[in-house]
């Protein structure tokens, strides 16, 4: 199973600013400094061995999307931020414009995970087939409200692929696209829903806009069962943990520290940050999960969680 | 959870002990509770003395937020001292060395 991230960025796509690319450059370029690199491919090398992550790469801008790839010829995908349009045009270059059948597993239909969809090209294209699931019972007329007007000028009924919602309980396995699909009911304005994908003996959990109190046993408890022996959690870590339960309390996410604590009692094999706040630059997330991975490392017990970051490109194989 | 208290010039120092974690947050914060209530302005400050605590939650550092805005409330001054390094850590970590009054040491929280 290969994990694909199209979008990471929470609540509102971002783009770097000049300021941001020039403080790469001359930290890229002062590094270099007394080096012999002069062959692309010792330049290429250089970048890839010498600089690090946040000098070298980025973690994007594109809001929530995210593909589950267990090699079917089918297409799993959860939700449709503007990562989506990334992706869609992506497969319609490299394996044409129709013939595709897409499955989205929606968490909610808030802006940054609905966004995506009125450019998402395969929709669009006669020949296609977008199968939306949620648990919303409204998820069919946000889709619609957004690509209408006075919001986008093209109209829903011009989208020409064939699109179906179908309507999902919390707490019940389903079979999409060949996996075991379970929904949990999230704390989150609105509601939203995880959702915990298991197909090939793998086992990925998809938990974002999800805000955790930590003050009901039993809440945690069950987020724990969701989490159980994960290869692979997904986690909602826009706010420090300060802040989700001080200032930003209610306002629906949550923090690096309770995503490892989580993965801990769930004994998930790997925790993921994901959503990223929005003003936090490429040096800030970087040294959010530098500082995850040491508490992961002074509160482990006897099971380790492995810690990353996703960025916008990153694909982790399970 | 067993909670000492002693009295030091107008400050009320408390010293919890072990892990404040899931299992044991529930009754940290109730023992916690009575002292609070008394944290008010003209009263004692209260300040807990973290120097036997190996570990702490995000359901204890959620305690420690909840008793911190209820003594601002009350016109009340709680502060945390002498953390242990790893504890020292997870404030950093979460941020709440930039939201609790935060000493290094016991005496340093007394003279404040």
New interface residues.
């Given amino acids: 199973m290969v994990v694909r991230f199209w979008g990471t960025r929470g609540s509102i796509p971002v783009a770097m600013t000049t300021a941001q690319v020039q403080r790469k450059l001359v930290a890229a370029l002062t590094r270099a400094a007394g080096r012999v690199l002069d062959t692309p491919q010792k330049v290429r090398e250089f970048v890839e061995r010498d600089l690090g992550f946040a000098v070298s790469h980025t973690f994007g801008g594109n809001s929530s999307c995210v593909q589950i790839d267990a090699g079917g010829s089918e297409y799993t995908l959860c939700d449709l931020g503007s990562g989506a349009r990334v992706f869609g045009n992506d497969l319609q270059a490299a394996r044409g414009p129709s013939g595709h059948t897409f499955h989205v597993l929606m968490s909610h239909p808030h802006w940054d995970h609905v966004m995506g969809f009125p450019f998402f090209m395969p929709a669009y294209t006669e020949g296609n087939r977008i199968v939306i699931y949620g648990c919303h019972p409204a998820l069919s007329e946000a889709f619609r409200r957004q690509n209408a007007a006075p919001f986008f000028p093209v109209e829903y009924a011009r989208m020409t692929a064939t699109i179906e919602f179908v309507q999902l309980e919390p707490e019940r396995d389903y079979e999409i696209n060949g996996a075991r699909v379970r929904a949990k009911l999230q704390r989150h304005g609105g509601d939203s829903y995880g959702y915990r994908i298991e197909q090939n003996g793998k086992v990925v959990v998809y938990s974002t806009d999800s805000e955790h109190k930590q003050d009901d046993p039993a809440e945690v408890m069950g987020f724990v069962e969701f989490f159980r022996n994960a290869d692979l959690v997904i986690f909602d870590s826009q706010y420090s943990l300060a802040d989700a339960i001080s200032i930003k309390e209610d306002w629906g996410h949550s923090s690096n520290i309770v995503g490892v604590e989580l993965c801990q009692l769930a004994r998930a094999r790997r925790l993921c940050l994901y959503h990223h706040e929005p003003i936090f630059d490429d040096e800030r997330i970087a040294a959010l999960l530098d500082e995850t991975r040491r508490l992961e490392e002074i509160t482990r017990a006897d099971h380790r969680v492995e810690v990353s970051a996703a960025w916008d490109g990153l694909e982790i194989v399970l | 959870m067993d909670l000492a208290h002693t009295r030091i010039a107008g400050t009320t120092v408390l010293s919890p002990a072990g892990r404040i974690d899931?299992a044991t947050?529930?009754a940290f914060k109730a023992a916690l509770a009575p002292h609070v209530a008394r944290c008010a302005a003209g009263q004692d400050r209260l300040v807990l003395d973290f120097g036997a605590v190996e570990?702490i939650?995000?359901?204890g550092?959620?305690v420690l937020?909840l008793a911190a805005?209820q003594a601002k409330v009350q016109g009340g001054i709680l502060a945390v001292a002498a953390l242990q390094p790893?504890v020292r850590?997870?404030f950093?970590?979460?941020?709440?060395t930039?939201?609790l009054n935060v000493f290094a040491t016991l005496d340093e929280a007394l003279a404040a």
């Fill in positions: 899931h947050a529930e570990y939650s995000s359901a550092l959620r937020m805005k790893i850590e997870i950093e970590i979460s941020r709440f930039l939201v």
